[in-house]
């Protein structure tokens, strides 16, 4: 494997992406934490960072047990960080050196350079330069501005890049990561999901043994696709719980639910619909709905699971982004995100906790799920909130509101799915809003509800721009919601970004 040490960098996941698309595995480290370095590391990247190596307390860890006794590549500040500590000049870039620029000259032969060509277009994004390299320095490659673009030291193979590889504006620098991962650090490139499956089903069987496993089932990729890998290894040893909170989308409980009967699962569907209700009774304060419903589940699940007599062990669907441990900005102290999908079981419980994805990217999962021949429909499915249309229902929460907006929802999702347009979006879905206004039907006049319909594209749900769906499609969404959907007779379209909008309303 390759070890990724992160000093900051907003594109250390990418180096990682690129990597594993290679079919090599990788692991993302923070610099001040490196790992026992075991005979599996083949080779580490240093990851560039908004530090600047003339600061005084600039990351600076110690390479000692690294440097000279396996391949390494540093990138951007990792590049120039190489440089400083042997000697070389690192200064403010005195042109701006942020986007597209061209490979002027690439010198020798090295493995490195291997199909890199003059010309190529490289992604550059640095405030500093390397003005001065060591004696014992090459230069490998120039652009017009960066005489250092990159370099390798004599006699080790430890190389630094300038500009960017994981960014896909550099043009060949998957290449150069291959020639890097691939041929200078001898990984094979056999990390495939169909691997991945076999490898975890093994691994997993080992860890549980004859041990009865619980998981709650969401409906969502991640759970769905933790529950079959167990299910391979320890079948009907594992107990899925799926529950009915009455504020999923329409018919969802039950056809999700027969979906994972097909899949072979050994899955309770639990019917707590009145329970939710009841705990959400009056509230309209989005954190209290978002605290009751949070409660009532671990009631709700926590019951479901005494009643599997000696359960050892929790599984969840954690997934690499939510372990990766990211490196402030704002200096060198270390932020942990944690994410719990069963959100935090009583200490009671004392199970042992298995999280068989959590080395996965989101797309990971999905290529895993896809080898597993889980349900396209369970595949690709959008983020759906875990309070569900809760927080889409401004206001206090009725089962006939629930059930309005299930309609609404309905119209909606189906009509992207019939027009092609469901994959195209990143989330999508409707708010019904505590706002009634006049309109005209027939002869009559009404005062009814509005809801807005929100449709937004991203790449992680971190930000996101409002989908620009077609005025054709939004007409047809809007008269059959109105036809169609009795209490409704206003259709508005939310076109705000994230931020400073979020993606849900509340
Ligand atoms: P926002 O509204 O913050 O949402 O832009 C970003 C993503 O998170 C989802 N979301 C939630 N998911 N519990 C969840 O499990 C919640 O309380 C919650 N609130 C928002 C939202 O659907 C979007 O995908």
């Known amino acids: 494997k390759i070890l990724i040490l992160d000093f900051g960098s907003q594109y250390t996941q990418l180096i990682a992406r690129r990597v594993r698309e290679l079919n090599v595995y990788c692991e993302i480290h923070p610099y001040n934490k490196i790992p026992p370095i075991s005979p599996k590391v083949k080779g580490v990247i240093l990851s560039g960072s908004p530090c600047s190596v003339r600061d005084a307390d600039h990351p600076n860890p110690y390479l000692g047990n690294i440097l000279g006794h396996m391949p390494v590549l540093g990138v951007c500040y990792g590049a120039q960080l190489l440089a400083h500590e042997q000697g070389g000049e690192v200064l403010p870039s005195t042109i701006r050196e942020y986007g597209r620029a061209r490979l002027s000259e690439v010198h020798g032969s090295d493995k490195l350079m291997k199909e890199i060509t003059i010309g190529s277009t490289v992604w550059m994004s640095h405030g500093d330069t390397i003005k001065e390299i060591p004696d014992n320095f090459e230069i490998l490659a120039s652009t017009e501005n960066v005489k250092v673009a990159a370099y390798k030291i004599q006699d080790e193979e430890t190389y ?268 999508a879905g409707a708010m019904l809003l505590p706002v009634q206004s006049v309109g005209v039907m027939g002869d009559e006049r009404t005062y009814e509800r509005v809801v807005a319909l929100r449709a937004v594209t991203s790449v992680d749900g971190m930000t996101a721009d409002w989908a620009h769906l077609p005025y054709d499609f939004l007409a047809d969404v809007s008269n059959e919601i109105i036809n169609k959907v009795k209490g409704v007779n206003r259709v508005v379209y939310d076109i705000s970004s994230k931020p400073p909008a979020t993606i849900e309303w509340e």
Request: aromatic share 8%; hydrophobic share 40%; with cysteine.
């Open 160 to 427: 630094g890049i300038q500009f960017h590889p994981e960014v896909t504006h550099s043009a060949e620098g998957k290449t150069l990561l291959r020639n890097f991962v691939v041929h200078i650090c001898g990984c094979s490139q056999d990390w495939t999901p169909d691997q991945f499956v076999q490898s975890t089903v093994d691994d997993l069987k080992s860890q549980l043994g004859n041990d009865k496993v619980i998981l709650g089932l969401s409906g969502g990729v991640d759970s769905s696709v933790a529950a079959m890998l167990i299910h391979q290894a320890i079948g009907p040893n594992l107990h899925c719980i799926f529950v009915d909170n009455g504020l999923l989308r329409k018919d969802e409980f039950e056809s999700v639910l027969d979906s994972y009967m097909h899949m072979g699962l050994n899955v309770k569907g639990v019917d707590a619909k009145q329970r939710f209700y009841d705990a959400l009774a009056g509230l309209s304060d989005p954190e209290a709905k978002r605290k009751a419903i949070g409660k009532t589940f671990i009631d709700v699940f926590d019951a479901e699971a005494h009643g599997i007599e000696n359960a050892k062990w929790l599984a969840q669907g954690t997934i690499y982004p939510d372990v990766i441990e990211s490196v402030s900005v704002n200096g060198p102290s270390v932020t942990i995100k944690s994410h719990h999908n069963v959100g935090g079981l009583p200490d009671y419980m004392k199970l042992k906790v298995v999280e068989p994805l959590k080395t996965l990217f989101k797309d990971e999962v999905r290529l895993v799920g896809k080898t597993l021949h889980i349900d396209e429909n369970i595949l690709n499915r959008h983020p759906f909130p875990g309070p569900g249309l809760a927080i889409r229902i401004l206001g206090d929460i009725t089962p006939d509101k629930v059930a309005i907006l299930q309609e609404v929802d309905h119209v909606f999702i189906s009509n992207l799915k019939k027009s092609g347009l469901y994959n195209e979006v990143w989330q």
